[in-house]
């Protein structure tokens, strides 16, 4: 994570999600710029790379590159599970009891990183995951 600020005088870059389940995705920045394509899941983490008055360059987890309205996103902060099947724990360590197997594309709200770990809530269940598993939140990132 840098320490360069945009526009908005918030970090760049920064992870946010989607606010609602339905956003476009623009060539530029304004809405005479073509759709790309249109996100249809709320809570998606993107990552802002740039700002323009009103409007966020975002990337999304496969890379991809686009334009939205900031009225479209939250400082909410979620993750999605990469590298397969992983385990949640309890505790912030391996030895600690599993509480769940979550797969590859499962979305979770991220409820704070420490330590190279992340405590996650996925369909009611609160749990830790390596933050390595993570798409979403930047290495060594601390979410108090």
Request: charged share 25%; aromatic share 10%.
């Amino acid at each position: 994570m840098s320490d360069f600020t945009g526009e908005s005088g918030l970090p760049l870059p920064r992870f946010v999600s989607l606010r609602s389940t339905e956003v476009n995705v623009r060539t530029g920045p304004g809405v005479r710029y073509p759709i790309l394509w249109v996100f249809v899941r709320k809570g998606l983490p993107v990552e802002v790379t740039a700002e323009f008055e009103l409007w966020r360059k975002i990337q999304d987890i496969d890379g991809a590159e686009g334009w939205l309205h900031r009225s479209m996103i939250s400082g909410n902060r979620t993750a999605i599970i990469v590298e397969g099947r992983q385990r949640v724990f309890s505790k912030p360590k391996k030895d600690s009891i599993p509480i769940l197997v979550a797969e590859s594309g499962v979305l979770a709200e991220l409820l704070r990183c420490q330590d190279s770990w992340c405590k996650l809530l996925i369909e009611g269940l609160r749990g830790w995951i390596e933050q390595k598993y993570l798409w979403g939140v930047y290495p060594g990132e601390v979410i108090p």
